[in-house]
């Protein structure tokens, strides 16, 4: 083999790598078909300039007989879209809540903005508390935060930078990145000095140290009440990651609730315990 060709192969595999990386981790595209509409629900469409002159496509959904009530921020999980959330939207609303429901960018119908993570998850969320509040009915109002999944890693990580939430519900979150990838990659039985270096090139590429962003650190630095909501029958998720995020700093502001039965992506599971989501907003002052 001449020198041009191990120069060839070698600049090659690490391309290889990092294309599988890429395309291994990437968020499929999923765009709304049904609407808060079809629950009942009035809305309006709008757009949120967000992150990197972004803009976020959300539904502001606004109870008619209380448009001053407080507004409850729902973010949906990785490759799906606001739409999956609608159960719980219509749970909240029903109760006289106010919801805003954004796509995270590369997600639903809001804009594309190269790899998708958990931190700017995070981003797109503050984006919409900060529309929220440029409002001029929104001025004084109450804003509570919910997410699922990623979105649930990334409304703690989001809400332990503010002090404008005033509540906090997370549902079927992950305890730390580095967990979850590894063991979505020993799934596939790849070698653990591979695993190693693929998770330090996604810390790399996030711009962000898993230690900063990881829901089990993050949680210590919300101040304001916490539920979170974890199904025990998650596959995706295990219970030791809710347990880990549960028991890692002993506030009084964190709250837990198990559901028999659900697995991660079970929202109807969760909304059929949804009264006690609602009960802990209403026992926060919504």
């Not at 989001?158 to 079927?172: M, N």
Request: charged residues 20%; aromatic residues 8%.
């Amino acid at each position: 083999m001449s020198t041009t060709s191990i120069i060839i192969i070698m600049a090659t595999i690490p391309a290889l790598f990092m294309f599988a990386i890429h395309f291994g981790f990437k968020a499929p595209r999923l765009v709304e078909n049904g609407s808060p509409g079809d629950f009942g629900m009035d809305y309006q469409k709008v757009s949120i300039h967000g992150q990197r002159d972004k803009n976020l496509f959300a539904w502001h959904i606004v109870n008619r007989q209380k448009p001053d009530a407080p507004t409850v921020v729902i973010l949906h999980g990785w490759g799906v879209n606001a739409e999956v959330m609608l159960p719980l939207a219509q749970l909240f609303y029903r109760k006289g809540m106010n919801i805003l429901m954004p796509d995270a960018r590369n997600h639903g119908s809001s804009d594309s903005d190269g790899h998708s993570s958990m931190p700017k998850f995070a981003e797109d969320v503050e984006s919409a508390v900060d529309w929220l509040k440029s409002q001029n009915d929104y001025d004084n109002q109450q804003i509570a935060l919910v997410g699922h999944s990623v979105g649930a890693a990334a409304v703690i990580l989001a809400a332990s930078r503010r002090d404008d939430i005033a509540a906090l519900i997370s549902i079927s979150s992950f305890a730390h990145p580095a967990w979850l990838m590894r063991r979505f990659l020993q799934d596939y039985h790849i070698p653990g000095f591979l695993i190693n270096l693929v998770l330090r090139y996604i810390e790399y590429l996030i711009g962000h140290d898993y230690e900063d962003i990881a829901p089990v650190n993050t949680i210590c630095k919300v101040k304001c009440p916490v539920l979170l909501v974890h199904g025990d029958a998650d596959k995706t998720i295990p219970v030791s990651d809710f347990k880990a995020i549960a028991d890692n700093c002993h506030h009084a502001n964190i709250h837990t609730l198990l559901i028999s039965g659900a697995d991660h992506d079970s929202i109807d599971k969760v909304k059929q315990d949804g009264h006690k989501l609602v009960e802990f907003l209403q026992a926060n002052g919504f």
